[in-house]
């Protein structure tokens, strides 16, 4: 496609970087339910299929992923594509709570906090793998290293939050 007809779709660079954020949002929507699944199963192992189904869309899409990480790294987007962003967010975070086993944690502290104690992990990893990849760029052909190091905290954690059998 030439310049010229790209201006013949959009009025200028803001209109098509806004319809190139649409347009990502919009697929990353459509593949919630698959990252999010609806079988039944434990906290920390819904996170971490969640976690590997990002992955695989990372690896699958790497175009519309990388562009994805410079939305969500981006102090410049507009507000109502941020909202759709966090709106997204916050529906992906209440699909996740639905159909566990919370018969897999320890006995001795109430369900939700362990949730919470094992979400507040994750954030934490999170953001400190965000601070990272802003630091040393985002390497997509390396996500490998961060899964494997994350693998290790995965497991680290059902020793900590579930009952002794790991059940």
């Not at 102090?75 to 709106?87: F, G, S, T, W, Y």
């Not at 996500?143 to 994350?150: A, S, T, V």
Request: proline share 4%; with cysteine.
């Amino acid at each position: 496609m030439s310049k010229g007809m790209l201006y013949y779709y959009f009025e200028n660079k803001e209109d098509l970087f806004l319809d190139c954020i649409g347009y990502a949002l919009d697929h990353m929507e459509q593949g919630l339910d698959d990252w999010i699944g609806k079988e039944r199963e434990g906290f920390i192992e819904r996170m971490a299929r969640i976690a590997e189904a990002k992955r695989r869309y990372f690896a699958e899409h790497p175009e519309i992923s990388e562009f994805a990480a410079v939305i969500y790294l981006s102090p410049d987007v507009p507000a109502p594509l941020r909202e759709r962003l966090q709106a997204l967010s916050e529906e992906g975070k209440r699909r996740m709570l639905r159909e566990l086993d919370l018969s897999r944690f320890r006995g001795d502290l109430p369900p939700e906090t362990l949730m919470r104690l094992v979400q507040w992990t994750f954030d934490g990893y999170a953001r400190e793998t965000e601070e990272r990849m802003k630091v040393e760029g985002v390497d997509f052909a390396d996500l490998d290293r961060y899964w494997d190091e994350f693998g290790g905290y995965l497991d680290a954690m059902k020793t900590i939050y579930y009952k002794g059998d790991r059940s």
